[in-house]
């Protein structure tokens, strides 16, 4: 294929994906379910930091999620007690555990009292053409208070190699615009230019069969080599593209 069938073809792929009927069998839907701005950008958070393994799955103990902060996230948030973080215990999802939940619970209150938001957070740390150095103080900031070693893994950083393929997924949902009904475009002091592919064994192995990424390795500088040849297809929007890429992988076994 030539660039500009690639682009045609990758074009076609977005817009058959970029749908709100992509939202049935996906996480995103969620988020979904809420309203106020910071409902749904805890909501997104927590769901994205699951979301790995069978789909279903995530959904399911996403939904349990939810509810187990009162389907009231930000209000839990902000209000929650030690009685109220004991009941989020019993809650597990693949490594991730009750201890984990309540922490992250009581990350984000800080991050909400002291930071300005989540949103403020990754605003005021991006770069001029990235969002990866934003991911990496994120982390520095999330674990700033008193924590369990084995937490800080549900957190990834760029800077230490990683691919960070939840947290880049959900910058895509808070940023690009909703258009579609699909993303949310919440968050409105960031340039989509600068994000990111959620780069997983599915988006991997279709950007390799299609001569987008020769690097082997999901990681950090697999990243970047996709990033910037979406970004040739797209300059404006480039991760747009991780609708063809996994729909291509997961739905049609590309």
């Not at 106020?36 to 995530?58: M, P, V």
């Not at 187990?68 to 209000?75: E, T």
């Not at 300005?116 to 150095?133: I, K, R, Y």
């Not at 409105?188 to 082997?216: E, F, M, T, Y």
């Amino acid at each position: 294929m030539t660039k500009a069938e690639l682009k045609d073809f990758l074009d076609a792929k977005v817009w058959e994906y970029n749908h709100p009927k992509f939202l049935e069998d996906d996480p995103l839907q969620v988020p979904h379910r809420f309203i106020q701005k910071e409902d749904i950008e805890i909501s997104a958070f927590l769901t994205a930091t699951i979301a790995w393994g069978n789909r279903k799955s995530i959904i399911k103990n996403a939904s349990r999620l939810m509810e187990l902060l009162d389907n009231a996230p930000y209000d839990f948030v902000r209000h929650h007690t030690e009685d109220d973080l004991g009941k989020l215990a019993p809650f597990v999802h693949r490594t991730f555990n009750g201890s984990d939940l309540g922490y992250f619970v009581t990350s984000l209150k800080n991050i909400y009292t002291n930071h300005g938001g989540l949103e403020d957070v990754f605003t005021q740390h991006q770069t001029a053409d990235s969002m990866q150095g934003a991911i990496s103080h994120f982390k520095e900031v999330f674990f700033e208070l008193v924590h369990e070693p084995r937490t800080t893994k549900h957190i990834s950083d760029p800077n230490k190699g990683s691919a960070a393929k939840r947290i880049n997924m959900f910058l895509r949902w808070m940023v690009r615009d909703n258009s579609t009904g699909v993303d949310f475009g919440l968050w409105k002091g960031i340039d989509p230019a600068k994000l990111s592919c959620p780069l997983d064994v599915h988006s991997g192995n279709v950007a390799r069969k299609l001569k987008l990424l020769k690097r082997k390795q999901n990681d950090a500088k697999a990243l970047q080599e996709l990033d910037k040849s979406l970004r040739k297809l797209d300059a404006t929007d480039p991760v747009k593209y991780d609708f063809a890429l996994f729909g291509l992988g997961v739905f049609e076994k590309f």
